[in-house]
């Protein structure tokens, strides 16, 4: 699912994406103001693919926390959601949305036979 290197050319598609809703929300939201004017220069270098190794790190800038001002924006959030997955060196959004519906799945049938098994 993460690798050594970057998926550029996923990551350019949704830092536009990104770049384009900080733009929209900025006007009537100063947290979405404050978050472009700090991470402008990384959006625009993931945008020109210029990002070669993963960020251990990532992004997540705390407006976007539970608590946040840009929590209640769920576009916004999914955009931001997967910008940092794929900085931080997942091979694609895709694969990864599949990995946790597999997980989910098989939680599931491991639960349901579980409470089987304690029913006998």
């Known amino acids: 699912m993460f690798g050594n290197t ?8 949704v830092a536009k994406e990104f ?3 900080l733009e929209k929300y900025q006007g009537s ?7 472009l004017g700090r991470s402008k220069d990384l959006i625009n270098r993931a ?10 790190k990532g992004f997540f800038p705390e407006e976007f926390w539970e608590d946040g001002d ?4 769920d576009d916004l959030g999914e955009v931001v959601s997967n910008f940092n997955l794929l900085l931080r060196g997942a091979q694609s959004v895709s694969e990864i949305k599949k990995s946790v519906h597999d997980i989910e799945k098989q939680s599931e049938k491991d639960e349901l036979e579980l409470r089987d098994r304690l029913k006998r």
């Open 47 to 56: 945008i020109n693919m210029e990002i070669d190794s993963p960020l251990p």
């Open 6 to 13: 970057v998926n550029k050319a996923e990551l350019s598609e």
């Open 19 to 21: 770049l384009r809703l």
């Open 29 to 35: 939201n100063q947290a979405a103001k404050n978050v």
């Open 70 to 73: 840009l929590f209640v924006f």
